[in-house]
């Protein structure tokens, strides 16, 4: 079994850029496709985007153009490179894997979750 552990949240101003990391260890021979997910305040938590094991990556189209998602195999490593935050974008970020392929944007397909780093973004 793998262990998810994030870090890189913060309180920043609107058009600001964070990068949040997430650090994977135990079971890390095994590959995983490993997803970023936010829960905004008193809302659902949701899909930001995805890296699979293919190297292929997609994030919402809420985050297109704004968000980047890259992974280093070498340090066991998921990245989420936030640009041009918006007050929208607040909530607490969440870093997941599953072995699956379908429905990757349903927070019910990962089988391993990180304890999430709160990011927090004011006009």
């Known amino acids: 079994q793998v262990q998810l552990g994030e870090s890189g949240g913060g309180s920043v101003q609107a058009g600001d850029s964070l990068r949040l990391s997430c650090a994977a260890s135990?079971?890390?021979?095994?590959?995983?496709?490993m997803a970023w997910f936010r829960q905004p305040p008193g809302k659902e938590r949701e899909f930001v985007g995805i890296?699979?094991?293919?190297?292929?990556?997609r994030v919402t189209d809420s985050v297109k153009g704004r968000f980047t998602i890259s992974r280093d195999n070498a340090k066991n490593t998921l990245y989420l490179q936030m640009n041009n935050l918006k007050p929208e974008d607040t909530g607490i970020y969440y870093c997941?894997?599953?072995?699956?392929?379908?429905?990757?944007?349903?927070?019910?397909?990962?089988?391993?979750w990180g304890q999430g780093t709160q990011v927090t973004v004011s006009s």
């Open positions: 997941a894997a599953t072995r699956r392929f379908a429905e990757y944007y349903e927070s019910r397909t990962y089988d391993t």
């Open positions: 135990g079971r890390t021979d095994t590959t995983y496709n």
């Open positions: 890296s699979w094991t293919t190297g292929v990556t």
